[in-house]
């Protein structure tokens, strides 16, 4: 119940900045609260939208390729087996293709939720690692997690885009709107700031829950704990190149983990694998799973 208030306010603040930054954004161009308004409205529909359609836009993203259990029945039997030990509905299974290995689940709930792994992950990883992985997902369906971080990046990503037209805005106003130039162009760095600090808290205390309860439903958190060693070494020499910073949270492992700057990494949405491996050897050896 704490976790659930704790989402809705920090989405309730994803919201709120969204509102903002159009409000400020519209004053430049004299737009009055008609601003805030479509602030609103857009805040509204990216809620909408994130709810009803997350699962169709994660999987179009990447190319990802229901597949049925007639193509692929030891991936689907993996997955079935699981989803009983974890007590919910068999979500559907995806793969994408290509080398990189990861996974990530995504959908509104039990019913529209969808397992999608890379053709990566099932070339590197054994059984137990992959059902390891699997149950890491489902995790993330049964804690309801698919739905809390794909409504928190999409409104996110509203934020940084519009906020984005900030800097910008200089070029449409006239002299006198100098104190609406700054409100803006800080609304510009704050809002985006704002906005991947809030992603950041769901997303990094939100992978550690879906470990533990991977762990409980594979019975094996050593085997999650070797995928995750894997996973990291080869999204770092093989990093997946068309990911979205937006949809990184998503991955069981970040995809971005391989691009960019080591500061840049230090703004992950995922906790570090050398924390993750730890705490899952920690479950281990106390046998609390």
């Not at 919910?88 to 080398?99: D, F, H, Y």
């Not at 054994?126 to 990046?153: C, P």
Request: hydrophobic share 50%.
């Amino acid at each position: 119940m704490l976790e659930n208030l704790k989402t809705v306010i920090l989405l309730g603040f994803l919201s709120a900045v969204l509102v903002v930054v159009c409000g400020f954004i519209g004053s430049i161009f004299r737009l009055g609260g008609l601003g805030i308004l479509l602030g609103l409205i857009f805040a509204i529909i990216m809620n909408f939208v994130s709810y009803f359609y997350s699962d169709k836009i994660a999987l179009s993203s990447y190319n990802a390729r229901i597949v049925t259990e007639a193509e692929s029945p030891n991936l689907h039997r993996i997955v079935g087996e699981l989803a009983a030990n974890a007590n919910i509905l068999k979500p559907k299974v995806a793969i994408i293709e290509t080398s990189t290995p990861n996974a990530f689940a995504t959908g509104r709930n039990q019913q529209h939720a969808v397992v999608a792994v890379t053709t990566g992950i099932l070339n590197i990883l054994d059984e137990e690692e992959l059902r390891g992985v699997i149950s890491h997902e489902l995790g993330h369906v049964k804690n309801r997690d698919i739905l809390i971080s794909s409504v928190a990046a999409t409104v996110a990503g509203m934020i940084v885009a519009i906020a984005s037209y900030g800097r910008y805005a200089m070029f449409f106003a006239s002299d006198d709107d100098a104190g609406n130039i700054i409100g803006a162009v800080l609304m510009s760095i704050v809002g985006p700031i704002a906005a991947t600090i809030v992603q950041l808290a769901i997303s990094r205390s939100r992978e550690y829950k879906a470990d533990a309860t991977g762990a409980q439903i594979s019975g094996n958190p050593l085997a999650l704990a070797n995928a995750l060693r894997k996973l990291e070494f080869g999204n770092i020499n093989d990093p997946l190149m068309d990911a979205k910073s937006t949809d990184a949270h998503m991955f069981i492992m970040n995809p971005l983990s391989g691009v960019g700057s080591k500061l840049q990494n230090l703004f992950s949405t995922h906790p570090s694998t050398a924390d993750r491996i730890q705490r899952l050897e920690e479950m281990a050896n106390n046998h609390s799973y």
